[in-house]
């Protein structure tokens, strides 16, 4: 229960979202998960994936592994090249996957879910709504969004990430639609808009627990998320269409998330939020945990 009211309990489940010949959670255990990539088989780290794998014999299916080390980010192993081009289709965008030193691949599977969400809020307007999206990566909510007819900011600190979503945004056929791209640390662009006098009618946002802005600019989840919220609340005031906060901090889980929305966004009252942990589900039915998302209209 959270402390202001009621979050849902079940889950957002991001399959079948995404169909299985796109992307599948094979198996996961023992701080890892196994999962089919549009035909490229990937074993890498995920600190949630308790217990132990169900699916032991699939494991040597793996084409690439992601090993982390002491000294450096990690490496990956493969036994077979990369694939070139390597995207996933959606049905309303394309989003191009790239082995990273981090061992991601440029695409949160379990934001498929939210994905289609953020579509539905956008028809739902009654004109193309302005939506501000922040800590945007690859773009996967900006292109969902803009597929859906609203006309995105998206904000990202890291260049090479920008670039990668207007790629996203050429190879989905949305190079021409509304979309701002912004390379600038979060909390300034807002801090900006407000005394711009620029407003929106949604934001979406994904902050990490830690992270930094373009020139050094510090964000830690902890202190900066709330100062962030309260500035996001001012930017959509006048007219709120939807927002939605996801994260996958340890200790910022489905009861912690509402409570930041309705104390930094909607007062005392967050009355049509809903809140629920974020799971990827195994074919066969299993659910990992992947964070947390509260949003508003529930
Ligand atoms: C967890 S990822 C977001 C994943 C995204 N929701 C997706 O589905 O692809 C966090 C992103 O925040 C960006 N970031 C980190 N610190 C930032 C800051 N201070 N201002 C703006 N972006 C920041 C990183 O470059 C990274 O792309």
């Known amino acids: 229960m959270g402390r202001h009211g009621k979050h849902t309990a079940g889950a957002f489940a991001t399959n079948p979202m995404l169909s299985t010949d796109q992307y599948e959670l094979l198996d996961f255990g023992r701080g890892r998960k196994l999962e089919n990539w549009r035909g490229f088989i990937l074993d890498r780290p995920a600190p949630a994936a308790?217990?132990?794998?169900?699916?032991?014999?699939?494991?040597?299916?793996?084409?690439?592994?992601?090993?982390?080390s002491e000294r450096s980010e990690g490496k990956w192993q493969r036994?077979?090249?990369?694939?070139?081009?390597?995207?996933?289709?959606?049905?309303?965008?394309?989003?191009?996957?790239?082995?990273?030193?981090?061992?991601?691949v440029g695409v949160f599977p379990e934001h498929a879910e939210t994905w289609r969400w953020i579509a539905q809020q956008v028809r739902r307007a009654p004109r193309p709504p302005k939506v501000l999206h922040l800590f945007a990566h690859t773009g996967?909510?900006?292109?969902?969004?803009?597929?859906?007819?609203a006309e995105v900011?998206?904000?990202?600190?890291?260049?090479?990430?920008?670039?990668?979503?207007r790629r996203n945004a050429e190879l989905s056929g949305l190079a021409e639609a509304p979309i701002r791209w912004i390379v600038e640390d979060a909390a300034k662009f807002v801090t900006r808009e407000l005394k711009r006098g620029n407003r929106y009618q949604a934001v979406?946002?994904?902050?990490?627990?830690?992270?930094?802005?373009?020139?050094?600019?510090?964000?830690?989840l902890e202190r900066s998320?709330?100062?962030?919220?309260?500035?996001?609340?001012?930017?959509t005031a006048p007219d709120r269409l939807f927002f939605l906060l996801t994260c996958h901090t340890t200790g910022f889980g489905p009861a912690e998330l509402e409570a930041f929305l309705a104390d930094c966004v909607f007062g005392a009252c967050s009355a049509g939020a809903r809140a629920a942990k974020v799971v990827l589900k195994t074919t066969d039915g299993r659910q990992m945990p992947s964070g947390a998302a509260a949003r508003w209209p529930g």
Do not use: M
């Open 50 to 68: 308790q217990g132990k794998p169900a699916r032991p014999e699939l494991w040597k299916q793996a084409e690439a592994k992601f090993i982390r």
């Open 79 to 104: 036994r077979k090249p990369w694939p070139n081009p390597w995207q996933i289709d959606q049905g309303d965008f394309q989003l191009e996957l790239q082995p990273t030193d981090f061992g991601h």
């Open 140 to 149: 996967g909510a900006t292109l969902a969004a803009a597929a859906a007819g």
């Open 153 to 165: 900011t998206h904000v990202d600190s890291a260049r090479n990430v920008v670039n990668w979503a």
């Open 204 to 220: 979406i946002l994904d902050p990490p627990s830690y992270g930094h802005g373009p020139r050094g600019e510090a964000w830690k």
């Open 225 to 235: 998320l709330r100062p962030l919220l309260e500035a996001c609340a001012e930017l």
